[in-house]
T-cell receptor
Framework: KQEVTQIPAALSVPEGENLVLNCSFT??????LQWFRQDPGKGLTSLLL?????REQTSGRLNASLDKSSGRSTLYIAASQPGDSATYLC???????????FGTGTRLTVIP | EPEVTQTPSHQVTQMGQEVILRCVPI?????FYWYRQILGQKVEFLVS????????KSEIFDDQFSVERPDGSNFTLKIRSTKLEDSAMYFC????????????FGQGTRLTVV
């Protein structure tokens, strides 16, 4: 069964800093990997989707990379802002399944 | 921008009662899902629905749960005989087509069983 892990569980940085969030998964047979943002008590907002054939995707200050063979993805946030404070979740769709397997998330706090 | 909408945003129910959580997926999407998130835990898959039938379900999705697409727009999750441990955030999601497509989630329904 696919297991997804995110490190660190929590991260606190000063405003303006660049940061990296990590995601690892145990089964490299995936269709895609998706990064989400979750604000407290709220829903999941899709940030980036990387197909298994891709190495990275970019959206604004966000860049996500995927190394499928090693079972790793990173989410890079440039020039962090207080509004980036949220929990970031990664999730993968394994081949042979059509649902997402989620990690436990990284809770990010950006200090003004 | 199209979005997945869920109602109600918060539901409080007494143990043993039945609840129906409602979702309106994005209109041209073909696959629909329910997930749940118990406070402080991972988001967990419950069930997927395609072509008017369940396509996959997890071990959590037992006889207590059922899903239905009663018309062309709504997608519902029914939970019978609710238990305290059913308290969680329930998310509906939809994707346009098969594996590889981006999943879009609703804002969730917070279910509290008392």
């Amino acid at each position: 069964k696919q297991e997804v892990t995110q490190i660190p569980a929590a991260l606190s940085v000063p405003e303006g800093e660049n940061l990296v969030l990590n995601c690892s998964f145990t089964d490299s047979a995936i269709y895609n990997l998706q990064w989400f943002r979750q604000d407290p008590g709220k829903g999941l907002t899709s940030l980036l989707l990387i197909q298994s054939s891709q190495r990275e995707q970019t959206s604004g200050r966000l860049n996500a990379s995927l190394d499928k063979s090693s079972g790793r993805s990173t989410l890079y946030i440039a020039a962090s802002q207080p509004g980036d404070s949220a929990t970031y979740l990664c999730a993968v769709t394994s081949t042979g399944a059509n649902n997402l397997f989620f990690g436990t998330g990284t809770r990010l706090t950006v200090i003004p | 921008e199209p979005e997945v909408t869920q109602t109600p945003s918060h539901q409080v129910t007494q143990m043993g009662q039945e609840v129906i959580l409602r979702c309106v997926p994005i209109s041209n999407h073909l696959y629909f899902y329910w997930y749940r998130q118990i406070l402080g835990q991972k988001v967990e898959f419950l069930v997927s629905f395609y072509n008017n039938e369940i396509s996959e379900k997890s071990e959590i999705f037992d006889d207590q749960f059922s899903v239905e697409r009663p018309d062309g727009s709504n997608f519902t999750l029914k939970i019978r005989s609710t238990k305290l441990e059913d308290s969680a955030m329930y998310f509906c999601a939809s994707i346009l087509d098969g594996q590889g497509a981006e999943a879009f989630f609703g804002q969730g329904t917070r279910l509290t069983v008392v």
